[in-house]
């Protein structure tokens, strides 16, 4: 199985939910050789529960995700901490619910959940948590306590930072990292455009079905993670991509107001 743990299916957290781009990224995604994806679309992002309601009408729901003819989707979101930070969330799709309503409170910047309490609101409940990219130097993670970092279940080794950060310089810095919080590393490509699919993802080797699957083979170090040569290229361009999508949109809206 071959899954991406960091993904978004909007173009950005003001513009809408366009089901025919969810498709279109969704078949992109399987032609890059993805089998699973993670939808980790940020908690506070315009009408989050609209992506959940195209899903339900529109997709059967087994085991633990979505089938998106044959591609796996496994629901979850991105959840930004107030001492600056981002964590990802995934498990089953009333658990994400459930829990990004107990966050109707804490969706901007000055209420921004703290990380105690977000751990808190999630114990209850069966989740695969992911410190996003730890290194990112506007959202960072190293400045945490690692008896914070450590209830965690993995580190992000992300995409984007890996084509601004440097690929073998990045590596070293987040496999020292992970060494000192006895973390594993998980690939995500943090895309929002699918040109950034299959930059990183990670090669596990059995089927999950569902979180505790995940958690499993993740914890018992059953995969590898897989860097393409052609990331640089790949997060470029879908960057380059993304800002004209986002330009146009927001032409159309600012149109549509007058």
């Known amino acids: 199985m071959n899954i991406d743990f960091h993904t978004h299916v909007k173009i950005s957290k003001k513009s809408a939910f366009m089901p025919d781009y969810f498709k279109e990224m969704m078949q992109e995604a399987k032609e890059n050789g993805l089998t699973a994806l993670a939808m980790t679309e940020h908690f506070n992002t315009s009408r989050f529960t609209d992506i959940y309601d195209y899903l339900e009408a529109n997709y059967p729901y087994e085991h633990g995700y979505y089938d998106i003819h044959g591609l796996k989707l496994f629901p979850g979101m991105e959840v930004d901490i107030f001492e600056t930070g981002h964590i990802l969330l995934i ?79 990045y590596q070293s810095k987040m496999k020292n990292f992970s060494e000192q919080l006895n973390l594993p590393i998980v690939g995500g490509s943090d895309t929002h455009q699918y040109f950034q699919y299959g930059c990183v993802y990670n090669e596990f080797k059995e089927e999950c079905q569902d979180v505790n699957d995940l958690k499993n083979c993740i914890q018992g170090r059953r995969y590898n993670v897989t860097v393409s040569n052609d990331l640089h290229l790949k997060v470029k361009a879908a960057i380059v991509v993304k800002n004209l999508l986002k330009k146009q949109l927001d032409n159309k809206e600012a149109a549509t107001a007058q």
């Open 91 to 169: 498990g089953d799709r009333s658990d994400i619910l459930q829990i990004r309503e107990a966050l109707n409170e804490h969706t901007e910047r000055v209420s921004f959940v703290h990380f105690d309490q977000l751990m808190e609101i999630t114990a209850p409940y069966n989740l695969l948590k992911i410190g996003a990219h730890p290194f990112r130097e506007s959202t960072p993670l190293y400045h945490l306590k690692p008896e914070q970092l450590s209830q965690l279940d993995a580190l992000d080794l992300n995409g984007k930072d890996l084509h601004s950060q440097g690929i073998e310089p």
